[in-house]
């Protein structure tokens, strides 16, 4: 965080206030029409394309985070999924006839009613602040959900930024921002939400789940963990170096998706080496650096998570054999390292930095035993053209998704749910699932009078003949397997 930039922070009346405005909003039905939901999001996407720059240079002062990032990751992508939730939401938010079985259910008319769960959380992280606050935001007012923002403080220029933008292009009455840290938050924790969607770390997000579980208030949790990737023996290293290089170095590697260390076949992590220091090469070329050069990349967020990435650099028994250079208290550069035990220090926590360790491997049960010995990550990275070793990956690992021949580019198919397990999240969301995330699904029937001749057999007085009839379900030839 920049010295020169601070937040004002909400005081607990002005949360209590916004609060009990968005209850009173929600309460008035204001925000259900289809009419309304869509002109929120219309004036989302116009808040993105007119302060486009705007956000750049936000991100830019917070992070130092290139405009392309900027401009690829969040703005562009915000814009589209905006565009898409509007072009579909009349179909996410239509009635769902449930087909019935049984002839004699059939004319209940069996319907799911989509109707907005009601005053929704959503807090986001620092890495990624403008997609991981906006992202879910468009599945809550699509949905119809009031929704209250708590981006990060650790972003500050970003998060004054859209605390003036958010009351100006959308209804103040049904969506806010909240300005604060670790009390304010809590105080925000400690209302009854609707919904609390949470992106973050682990520790927290048990946090967040302890404060809703007080109130049986749903989660979802998108945290992260270990994101391997598995380079196999047919893989093609230098696109596999490639890719695996621009994902790391996304945000300085600040990025729950982020590859976090790389399993190679003991043979060719000589090979891959070179490969991952001509793809270096042709992102940097001509002598330009990635902390001094003409377009260096994302600073680490403060001093406190730069002294840990220098303390892991330096107790890991690993060798460097690219980068490693500490810029001041700001950043470090992409760095490669090769000989890196099982148990060593980086092979422990997500690293959550420019860092990526080789771990070479003898076979894939190899690398898929690495990977079951550690909690489930967000993502399995693998570089392969064989329909087996996918078929393998699925049956012998969990993970939130798999993803081969490439990184990050899940986050680009919203028609995808995403989401993680255990240690990684729960929960998914993303494009209409985010729809579904803040959407009550609301059973109907209506059973008619006409049926109740039928229905007579229920009620008491219960006779042997009742007790047949309704016995006589349960007898049924069960199938051979």
């Known amino acids: 965080m920049s010295d020169e930039h601070t937040l004002t922070y909400n005081t607990p009346a002005e949360i209590d206030e916004i609060y009990a405005r968005l209850t009173a909003t929600f309460r008035s039905r204001v925000t259900r029409p289809l009419a309304y939901r869509r002109r929120q999001l219309l004036q989302l996407a116009?808040?993105?394309?007119?302060?486009?720059?705007?956000?750049?240079?936000?991100?830019?002062?917070?992070?130092?985070?290139?405009?392309?990032?900027t401009t690829v990751a969040e703005v562009t992508h915000l814009i589209t999924s905006t565009l898409n939730a509007v072009g579909n939401l009349e179909e996410w938010a239509a009635p769902q006839?449930?087909?019935?079985?049984?002839?004699?259910?059939?004319?209940?008319?069996?319907t799911l009613y989509k109707e907005p769960k009601g005053v929704v959380l959503i807090i986001s992280p620092w890495n990624y602040p403008l997609v991981l606050t906006l992202n879910p935001l468009i599945g809550a007012i699509a949905a119809g959900c009031p929704t209250v923002l708590k981006p990060s403080e650790l972003v500050p220029v970003f998060t004054q930024l859209l605390a003036d933008l958010v009351p100006k292009y959308l209804d103040p009455t049904a969506y806010a921002v909240v300005k604060g840290g670790v009390p304010e938050t809590t105080h925000v924790l400690d209302l009854r939400w609707d919904h609390i969607l949470y992106t973050g770390n682990s520790q927290v997000g048990r946090i967040v789940a302890t404060a809703a579980g007080r109130h049986l208030t749903p989660v979802t949790l998108e945290l992260g963990g270990k994101s391997a990737a598995v380079v196999a023996e047919d893989a093609d290293l230098d696109l596999a170096a490639r890719r695996l290089l621009h994902g790391k170095i996304q945000n300085a590697g600040q990025l729950c998706v982020c590859p976090d260390y790389a399993l190679?076949?003991?043979?060719?992590?000589?090979?891959?080496?070179?490969?991952?220091?001509?793809?270096?090469?042709?992102?940097?070329?001509?002598?330009?650096?990635?902390?001094?050069?003409?377009?260096?990349?994302?600073?680490?967020?403060?001093?406190?998570?730069?002294?840990?990435?220098?303390?892991?650099?330096?107790?890991?028994?690993?060798?460097?054999?690219?980068?490693?250079?500490?810029?001041?208290?700001?950043?470090?550069?992409?760095?490669?390292?090769?000989?890196?035990?099982?148990?060593?220090?980086?092979?422990?926590?997500?690293?959550?930095?420019?860092?990526?360790?080789?771990?070479?491997?003898?076979?894939?049960?190899?690398?898929?035993?690495?990977?079951?010995?550690?909690?489930?990550?967000?993502?399995?990275?693998l570089f392969t053209n064989q329909d087996e070793l996918k078929d393998k990956f699925l049956q012998q690992t969990r993970s939130g998704q798999l993803v081969l021949n490439d990184v990050i580019m899940q986050l680009c198919v919203h028609e995808?749910?995403?989401?993680?397990?255990?240690?990684?999240?729960?929960?998914?969301?993303?494009?209409?699932?985010?729809?579904?995330?803040?959407?009550?699904?609301?059973?109907?029937i209506n059973v008619p009078p006409a049926q109740e001749p039928f229905l007579q057999s229920r009620y008491r007085p219960y006779t042997d003949a009742k007790y047949q009839g309704a016995s006589a379900p349960g007898k049924v030839k069960i199938p051979d397997a």
């Open 416 to 444: 995808m749910p995403f989401g993680g397990q255990g240690e990684s999240g729960y929960g998914m969301w993303f494009g209409k699932t985010t729809f579904d995330t803040f959407t009550h699904f609301r059973g109907c």
């Open 97 to 110: 006839p449930c087909p019935t079985q049984e002839e004699w259910r059939s004319g209940w008319g069996a």
């Open 264 to 381: 190679v076949p003991r043979g060719k992590v000589d090979a891959f080496v070179e490969s991952l220091k001509r793809a270096h090469d042709e992102f940097w070329p001509g002598g330009d650096h990635p902390l001094t050069g003409s377009i260096p990349i994302s600073k680490i967020v403060n001093p406190r998570h730069h002294a840990r990435l220098v303390d892991l650099l330096n107790k890991t028994k690993g060798k460097v054999v690219l980068g490693g250079e500490v810029h001041k208290d700001k950043s470090i550069s992409p760095t490669i390292l090769k000989d890196v035990p099982e148990d060593d220090v980086l092979m422990g926590e997500e690293i959550f930095g420019p860092f990526l360790p080789i771990i070479a491997v003898d076979d894939v049960d190899h690398a898929i035993r690495v990977i079951n010995s550690k909690p489930i990550p967000l993502v399995i990275y």
């Open 46 to 69: 116009r808040m993105l394309q007119d302060h486009h720059t705007a956000f750049e240079d936000a991100l830019l002062a917070d992070l130092n985070k290139p405009r392309m990032e």
